[in-house]
C-alpha cells in the first residue's frame, strides 16, 4: 500500500512538474517579428505628419477659435499642445529605430545578438540606447529643475514655449520629464517594434485624448477626462496596433489597458506620460498570454495584504484619549 502510495505521489508530482513546464514553453515572448518593421516606420513618418498637420491648424485657425472660443478654444490648443507631443514622440521612435537599423544603437533590451554581430561587423562601436536615452532624461531633468529653482529661467522657459506649459505645470515638471523616462521604460522592458509603438500609443493616442477631452461633453467620474476622449484613445491605440500587425483582439486588449490606464494615471495624479509607453507592452504580454486570472488574483492579494499591513501600523498610534491624557 505505501509502496503504491508512494508511486502515486512520484506520478502527479512529476504530471504537475511537466505541466508546470508547458506552461512556460506555451508563454508567448514578445519579438520584433510578431511586428511588421515596415508598418512601424510608416506609422512614425505618420506621426510626424499629422502633428505637422495640427501645428499648421493651429497655426492658421487659432486666432479665430480663440474669439470663438468655448470647446473649439479649447481644441485648437491642444492642437498646438499635441503638435509637439507628436513630433517629439517621433523624434525619439526616429532616433531609437533607425539607430539601432543603422548599428549607431544597440537596443535598450537585451542588447546582444545579431545588432551585435552587425555593429562589430561594420566596424562601428555601437552606443546602449539605454544610456543614450538616460542621457535624454537627465538632460530633461535638469532643464526643469532649473525653470523651477531659478525665476529668470522659468521667465525664459514660459517665453519661448509659451502655450505648451499647462497651468498646473507651472509649479511643478512638465510632461516632457516623464515622457522621456516612460519612452526608456518601454525600450529596456520590450524588443524594439514593441517600444516604438509603445511610444507612438503615446503620442498619437493620449493626443486624440487630450483633443476628445476638449471637445467632449461627458465626464469620466469626477476626473477632468471625458468619455469622448477615452473613446478616441482607445479607437487610435487600437488602429495604431492592427496596422503595426498586431492580431485585432490583442490590439484590442491593450489599447484597453491603455486607455484604463490613461485615465486612472489622471485621477491618482500619475503622469499618463510615463505610465502609456509601460502599459503597451505589459499589455501586449497579457493579451498575449491567458493570464487575466492570476493578474486578479495578485491584485486581490496585493489589496488583502496592503489593508491588513495598514491596519497593523495603524493600530499603533495613540487614540486621541490618550495622546490628551499625555499632555
Not at 535598450?108 to 545578438?113: D, K, M, N, R, Y
Not at 477615452?230 to 486588449?253: E, I, W
Not at 507592452?281 to 489589496?303: D, P, T
Not at 491596519?311 to 499603533?316: D, I, K, R
Request: net charge positive.
Amino acid at each position: 500500500w505505501l509502496k503504491t502510495f508512494s508511486a502515486h505521489l512520484g506520478r502527479t508530482a512529476a504530471g504537475r512538474a511537466a505541466h508546470r513546464a508547458a506552461a512556460m514553453t506555451a508563454l508567448v515572448k514578445l519579438s520584433n517579428s510578431q511586428l511588421k518593421t515596415r508598418r512601424i516606420e510608416g506609422l512614425i513618418v505618420f506621426g510626424y505628419l499629422l502633428g505637422a498637420a495640427l501645428l499648421v491648424a493651429h497655426r492658421c485657425f487659432g486666432k479665430k477659435a480663440e474669439e470663438i472660443g468655448g470647446r473649439v478654444a479649447k481644441v485648437f490648443v491642444e492642437f498646438q499642445r499635441k503638435s509637439f507631443h507628436m513630433i517629439g514622440g517621433c523624434l525619439i521612435c526616429s532616433s531609437y529605430h533607425w539607430g539601432i537599423k543603422s548599428g549607431f544603437l544597440l537596443p535598450a533590451f537585451q542588447p546582444v545578438g545579431e545588432a551585435v554581430v552587425a555593429a562589430a561587423s561594420s566596424g562601428r562601436s555601437p552606443m546602449d540606447a539605454g544610456v543614450c536615452f538616460l542621457g535624454g532624461c537627465l538632460m530633461t531633468w535638469l532643464v526643469e529643475a532649473s525653470r523651477l529653482m531659478v525665476p529668470s529661467v522659468q521667465r525664459w522657459y514660459l517665453g519661448k514655449f509659451k502655450g505648451l506649459i499647462r497651468q498646473k505645470e507651472l509649479a511643478k515638471a512638465a510632461g516632457i520629464a516623464y515622457f522621456v523616462p516612460g519612452a526608456l521604460a518601454a525600450m529596456m522592458s520590450a524588443p524594439s517594434n514593441y517600444a516604438v509603438l509603445g511610444v507612438l500609443f503615446l503620442s498619437i493616442g493620449d493626443a486624440c485624448a487630450s483633443i476628445g477631452t476638449a471637445a467632449g461633453r461627458i465626464p469620466v467620474g469626477s476626473s477632468s477626462r471625458k468619455v469622448e476622449g477615452s473613446v478616441g484613445c482607445f479607437a487610435a491605440c487600437t488602429a495604431l496596433g492592427c496596422v503595426a500587425g498586431m492580431p485585432r483582439g490583442v490590439a484590442a486588449r491593450t489599447s484597453a489597458l491603455v486607455t484604463l490606464g490613461e485615465v486612472l494615471a489622471e485621477v491618482i495624479g500619475l503622469d499618463d506620460n510615463f505610465v502609456i509607453p509601460m502599459l503597451t507592452v505589459l499589455g501586449a504580454r497579457l493579451a498575449m498570454n491567458a493570464q487575466l486570472s492570476r493578474l486578479l488574483a495578485v491584485m486581490g492579494g496585493a489589496l488583502s495584504a496592503g489593508v491588513l499591513l495598514g491596519a497593523a501600523v495603524g493600530s499603533t498610534t495613540p487614540a486621541k484619549e490618550e495622546r490628551e491624557s499625555a499632555t
